[in-house]
């Protein structure tokens, strides 16, 4: 089994800044692929970025140049580098890890980022 544990969110202004963090603990094969989703009241979950074990990245079009993720493999933790952020990035931010082979699917139980106009 394997626990997400999301910490970093919080209340900021337009324009400013915050970093998200996932630490995973449990039984963590190499070859996985860690994502940030953010879910706001009414709306669908959607991808924010994604990290694969090799570094490689992908990122929603509306975060792209403002958001950056990355990945600590020997602390099997996630990051989520948010800047210029917008009233629009308002929403509960969700840790995900996706192990290769079917071998999980797991997901934090979030923490909310607030962007005040």
């Known amino acids: 089994q394997v626990l997400l544990v999301e910490s970093g969110g919080g209340l900021v202004q337009a324009g400013g800044s915050l970093t998200l963090s996932c630490a995973a603990s449990?039984?963590?094969?190499?070859?996985?692929?860690m994502a940030w989703y953010r879910q706001a009241p009414g709306e669908q979950r959607e991808l924010v970025a994604r990290?694969?074990?090799?570094?490689?990245?992908n990122y929603a079009n509306s975060v792209k140049g403002r958001f950056t993720i990355s990945r600590d493999n020997a602390n099997q933790m996630v990051f989520l580098q948010m800047n210029s952020l917008k009233p629009d990035d308002t929403a509960l931010y969700l840790c995900n890890l996706v192990q290769d082979l079917g071998r999980g699917d797991y997901w934090g139980q979030g923490t909310q980022v607030t962007v005040s106009s």
């Open positions: 990290i694969f074990n090799t570094g490689h990245t």
């Open positions: 449990g039984t963590i094969f190499s070859i996985n692929t």
